[in-house]
């Protein structure tokens, strides 16, 4: 199945750094969301873009939604070590009420003190 | 709590056997989507009910069908399993076409 192309693949840093990984897709979307998922759990919503450009704030998250509608960033700020878990975009196309997400191949992130 | 309920958390079944999973929505949407989450496909998009009908089909298996019930609760259900049909399996709902919010999903073992 399609999925998006979400770098890096994994990081690991150290409390209180910056953390940006980045999104791209050969398809346009409607929207674009990002999900956290911790282990044994299902992913919880963080940022949703509605508008190609759009530049989106959730506290220490910020979100954009690329020009091309193709591609989408999300950066951290002064990570904690809560931070810790798997972040994933994911594009979204909807027809009337129909919907699909197609989400990247995540990245893993581990926070040290 | 998301408000999506997931039933049963667990499941170990043989080979060639049938499983049926269980969703209930948050109250009040309408939508009813399911994921399947393997370590080597990701989260892949099986299939969307809306207010009862199939709405999107994704890649999901001739061996897997779904249906959503009038109280708007939904089941998958996976018939002829096969040990690569072992996975996470999540439900997720919306009252809009906008954002989703996913159950805890059911662990799917197959031996």
Partial sequence: GQQLNQ??????????????MNCTSSSIFNTWLWYKQD???GPVLLIALYKAGELTSNGRL???????????????SASIPSDVGIYFCAGQ??????SKLTFGTGTRLQVTL | D?????????????TGQRVTLRCS??????????????????????????NGEERAKGNILERF????????????NLSSLELGDSALYFCASSGTPLGYTFGSGTRLTVV
Wanted: no cysteine; aromatic share 12%.
């Fill in chain 2, 65 to 76: 069908s779904a249906q959503q019930f009038p109280d708007l609760h939904s089941e998958l």
């Fill in chain 1, 93 to 98: 196309l909807r027809t009337g009420t129909a």
């Fill in chain 1, 39 to 41: 282990p044994g759990e």
């Fill in chain 2, 2 to 14: 998301s408000g999506v309920t997931q039933t049963p958390k667990h499941l170990i079944t043989a």
């Fill in chain 1, 7 to 20: 770098s890096p693949q994994s990081m690991f840093i150290q409390e209180g750094e910056d953390v940006s």
């Fill in chain 2, 25 to 50: 929505p948050r109250s009040g949407d309408l939508s009813v989507y399911w994921y399947q989450q393997s370590l080597d496909q990701g989260l892949q998009f099986l299939i969307q009910y809306y």
């Fill in chain 1, 62 to 76: 910020t979100a954009q939604f690329g020009i091309t509608r193709k591609d989408s960033f999300l950066n951290i």
